[in-house]
């Protein structure tokens, strides 16, 4: 009787059947339409195909993220990590900044991932979620100044004791410290783990939330310097920033450190 029904529908009808099927009730939709060969009926199957294979794939890989950090808790024998990552160390203007993210590992946000894997829109929707759903985050800025007097390394390990300080002080037991990279030994409960952003769900988040910030914080210099395009390179070395040092000379939120080419000219 059902497939019977489903022959009689519209091909645009099938569609939004289909674009609404999970993986629970496709099979029985499939095996209802085997027998129509409408040339948009089939093509809306395999549509429907491709995407749940999608969705099945990204609902794996975020549970090998979870799995991965529960199982790094427990060998820690700790009840809440960290997670931290940066976000600008290479540019010549703007701030490092470090995100920090305690999750509640109970209850996954979806789309975690490395925040150079998705689109600004997706960075902005997850931010948010972040921010209200995570048992505690934070954001550690590190001025142009700073790292022209200290230098990188010194402005990192700054930053991301700083950013334990801060959440510690919020009366949670960090139990472990996880960093996206090679070992900086800031913190006995440090561990590190290579391209951690795309393992690890704290890690993801922290990289999520450090980016936004910064980005925005850069559009609002877009404002002050105009001159520049902070808003569209973010103070990264592009030709069209170089160029613009070159006619405008530095501000003061560029990095003189980095900016040894530029023979140190100011307009500020």
Same mark, same amino acid.
């Given at each position: #009787?059902?497939?019977?029904? #489903?022959?009689?529908?519209?091909?645009?009808?099938?569609?939004?059947?289909? /674009?609404?099927?999970?993986?629970?009730?496709?099979? /029985?939709?499939? =095996?209802?339409?085997?027998?129509?060969?409408?040339?948009?009926?089939?093509?809306?199957?395999?549509? /429907? @195909?491709? =995407?749940?294979?999608?969705?099945?794939?990204?609902?794996?890989?975020?549970?090998?993220?979870?799995?991965?950090?529960?199982?790094?808790?427990?060998?820690?024998?700790?009840?809440?990590?960290?997670?931290?990552?940066?976000?600008? =160390?290479?540019?010549?203007?703007?701030?490092?900044?470090?995100?920090?993210?305690?999750?509640? %590992?109970?209850?996954?946000?979806?789309?975690?991932?490395?925040?150079?894997? $998705?689109?600004?829109?997706?960075?902005?929707? $997850? /931010?948010a979620i972040i921010k209200d759903e995570a048992i505690a985050w934070d954001i550690v800025h590190v001025e142009p100044e700073f790292i022209?007097?200290?230098? #990188?390394?010194?402005?990192?390990?700054?930053?991301?004791?700083?950013?334990?300080?801060?959440?510690?002080?919020? *009366?949670?037991?960090? *139990?472990?410290?996880?960093?996206?990279?090679?070992?900086?030994?800031?913190?006995?409960?440090?561990?590190?783990?290579?391209?951690?952003?795309?393992?690890?769900?704290?890690?993801?988040?922290?990289?999520?939330?450090?980016?936004?910030?910064?980005?925005?914080?850069?559009?609002?210099?877009?404002?002050? !310097?105009?001159?520049?395009? !902070?808003?569209?390179?973010? *103070?990264?070395?592009?030709?069209?920033?170089?160029?613009?040092? @070159?006619?405008? *000379?530095?501000?003061?939120?560029?990095?003189?450190? !980095?900016?040894?080419? !530029?023979?140190?000219?100011? %307009?500020?």
């Amino acid at each position: #009787m059902y497939h019977l029904v #489903m022959a009689e529908l519209k091909i645009s009808d099938i569609r939004r059947i289909l /674009a609404d099927a999970d993986a629970q009730s496709f099979p /029985a939709i499939e =095996r209802s339409l085997k027998a129509d060969t409408r040339k948009g009926v089939v093509a809306a199957l395999e549509a /429907a @195909r491709r =995407r749940l294979a999608r969705e099945a794939e990204e609902a794996a890989r975020m549970e090998d993220m979870y799995a991965f950090e529960r199982r790094c808790l427990d060998e820690a024998q700790a009840e809440f990590a960290i997670g931290l990552d940066e976000v600008g =160390r290479g540019p010549l203007a703007g701030p490092l900044t470090i995100g920090a993210v305690v999750l509640d %590992l109970a209850r996954p946000i979806e789309g975690l991932n490395d925040s150079k894997q $998705l689109s600004e829109a997706r960075r902005e929707e $997850l /931010a948010a979620i972040i921010k209200d759903e995570a048992i505690a985050w934070d954001i550690v800025h590190v001025e142009p100044e700073f790292i022209d007097l200290n230098g #990188m390394s010194a402005s990192l390990r700054h930053a991301f004791t700083s950013a334990i300080t801060h959440i510690e002080a919020k *009366g949670i037991k960090i *139990g472990l410290v996880l960093l996206d990279g090679n070992p900086m030994h800031l913190d006995d409960r440090e561990l590190n783990i290579i391209k951690g952003d795309a393992k690890c769900p704290s890690i993801a988040a922290a990289s999520i939330i450090a980016k936004v910030e910064r980005d925005n914080l850069m559009k609002e210099e877009a404002l002050r !310097f105009p001159q520049y395009g !902070f808003d569209i390179h973010k *103070g990264y070395g592009t030709k069209v920033h170089r160029d613009a040092i @070159r006619e405008h *000379g530095l501000c003061e939120i560029h990095r003189r450190s !980095f900016c040894s080419e !530029f023979n140190q000219q100011s %307009l500020f």
